[in-house]
């Protein structure tokens, strides 16, 4: 099941702060950040494997609550070079000893100078 | 050298036509994908392939044929193709698809395909 991302764009000016939310109506085993610039193709940010995990890098953080099976991610001071499309992706046992990532439908993050 | 490699980046074809787009990838996963992504963006998985056998099998037209001649390899042939079929096609790899934490996709860069 598809998880569901909010906002679904959001305009920064260099230097601000945003938050992006990520939640599951399903239980979740791990969420994973992915940001894509224009033109480009999804790279990998961070996995949080473990309920109340944070993880950060640089000024990008997130969080994972387990037990609300949601997902935020921090992005502090924001730069230009923030701008992209943000997705969360959660796994769900797909049968067999097997797992599918399922993407949200993404956020489109835009900073401004 | 890049790590999930795909062919070719750009494909205009007409409406009917059939045509295929190549994948390798050198990280040594198991695991390979095929995502599709509309114009509104959103990644839609159409194949998972895990050491050549077909795992996933998305609501995909039968048009779609995948092809894993080996793990390095997933390769898409579409026949017949369609307006609607216009999108960027992402080919992928993770470790495995035992676990969430070999789940970790790796992206191609891309082929966009625009039929007309």
């Known amino acids: 099941q598809q998880p569901v991302q909010s906002p679904q764009a959001v305009i920064l000016r260099e230097g601000e702060d945003a938050v992006i939310n990520c939640s599951s109506s399903k239980a979740l085993y791990s969420v994973h950040w992915y940001r894509q610039k224009h033109g480009e193709a999804p790279i990998f940010l961070m996995i949080?494997?473990?309920?109340?995990e944070q993880k950060g890098h640089d000024k990008i953080s997130a969080s994972f609550n387990e037990k609300k099976q949601q997902s935020s991610l921090y992005l502090t001071a924001s730069q230009l070079s923030y701008s992209g499309t943000y997705f969360c992706?959660?796994?769900?046992?797909?049968?067999?000893?097997?797992?599918?990532?399922?993407f949200g439908k993404g956020t489109k993050l835009s900073v401004i100078p | 050298d890049t790590a999930v490699s795909q062919t070719p980046k750009y494909l205009v074809t007409q409406m009917g036509n059939d045509k295929s787009i190549k994948c390798e990838q050198n990280l040594g996963h198991d695991t390979m994908y095929w995502y599709k992504q509309d114009s509104k963006k959103f990644l839609k998985i159409m194949f998972s392939y895990n050491n050549k056998e077909l795992i996933i099998n998305e609501t995909v037209p039968n048009r779609f044929s995948p092809k894993s001649p080996d793990k390095a390899h997933l390769n898409l042939h579409i026949n017949s193709l369609e307006l609607g079929d216009s999108a960027v096609y992402f080919c992928?790899?993770?470790?495995?698809?035992?676990?969430?934490?070999?789940?970790?996709?790796?992206f191609g860069e891309g082929s966009w395909l625009t039929v007309v």
């Open positions: 992928a790899s993770s470790q495995d698809n035992s676990g969430p934490a070999g789940n970790t996709i790796y």
């Open positions: 949080l494997l473990k309920g109340g």
């Open positions: 992706g959660t796994d769900s046992y797909s049968g067999a000893g097997s797992y599918q990532l399922t």
